[in-house]
């Protein structure tokens, strides 16, 4: 049974065909997938305050229903270090289509990994763990178990993965919490399972997991066609 604020959200995006990352954030926080603290402000002002409340450096992102794939349109800018760089990146952001204001979030560090989901015809829900980031559409390295899982499958999924030696501590990386994981992914999946009749596609890329957390970094869920 979802919340009521996620049936909220579900309604009002419905026009969009998509969940704007705002609210995708307040989706998952609402099912206990952890991400990244954030504000979304309408003016300069507001994004300085925000950026001020978080605390440098932070990242910005464009709100838009227009502009899907932020980080190919230039609407994303990472390492934002003070007021003095956040105004022109507001400014750049502002001239964008559809804008409705910016997404700033604090700036999180781990091995980048990617979670989603897709809602096939014949096998129903199907939960994706892989290794993520800006490679993560040419290496390729991804494992697949049918939703709703169990603990022993994110225990499965991490052992497939090619790159699974970086969750260990692999050349003096983190060792990824491996309770902090799978609890994400125990929830999202039940998430997943909610939104079955709704949703056609969950991308979390990245999700940033570290010696003490595992968090959403960045988050778009496309809706079923009207």
């Known amino acids: 049974m979802l919340k009521t604020d996620i049936q909220q959200i579900l309604l009002k995006?419905?026009?969009?065909?998509?969940?704007?990352?705002?609210?995708?954030?307040?989706?998952?926080?609402?099912?206990?997938?952890?991400?990244?603290?954030?504000?979304q402000a309408d003016t300069i002002s507001g994004a300085c305050r925000a950026a001020g409340s978080i605390g440098y450096p932070v990242v910005a992102k464009i709100i838009s229903p227009e502009v899907i794939h932020k980080s190919d349109t230039g609407g994303v800018v990472v390492g934002i270090r003070n007021d003095q760089e956040l105004r022109p990146v507001f400014e750049l952001f502002s001239k964008?289509?559809?804008?409705?204001?910016?997404?700033?979030?604090?700036?999180?560090?781990?091995?980048?990994?990617?979670?989603?989901?897709?809602?096939?015809?014949?096998?129903?829900?199907?939960?994706?763990?892989?290794?993520?980031?800006?490679?993560?559409?040419?290496?390729?390295?991804t494992a697949l178990r049918m939703a709703p899982l169990k603990s022993r499958d994110v225990t499965s999924m991490v052992g497939c993965l090619r790159g699974g030696k970086l969750l260990t501590g692999f050349r003096g990386g983190p060792?990824?919490?491996?309770?902090?994981?799978?609890?994400?992914?125990?929830?999202?999946?039940?998430?997943?399972?909610?939104?079955?009749?709704?949703?056609?596609?969950?991308?979390?890329?990245?999700?940033?997991?570290?010696g003490d957390s595992c968090i959403v970094a960045d988050a778009r869920i496309m809706l079923i066609g009207q």
């Open 96 to 141: 964008m289509p559809g804008f409705k204001g910016i997404l700033v979030e604090e700036r999180v560090s781990g091995v980048e990994l990617i979670v989603g989901a897709q809602y096939d015809f014949q096998f129903g829900p199907v939960v994706l763990l892989g290794i993520g980031g800006t490679g993560v559409e040419i290496y390729g390295d």
């Open 175 to 210: 060792v990824v919490d491996h309770r902090q994981l799978t609890r994400l992914l125990l929830n999202f999946s039940e998430l997943v399972m909610a939104l079955e009749n709704q949703a056609e596609s969950i991308d979390l890329n990245p999700v940033m997991c570290s």
């Open 13 to 39: 995006s419905k026009r969009h065909g998509w969940v704007m990352e705002p609210d995708a954030n307040r989706m998952l926080s609402d099912a206990g997938v952890p991400v990244t603290r954030f504000e």
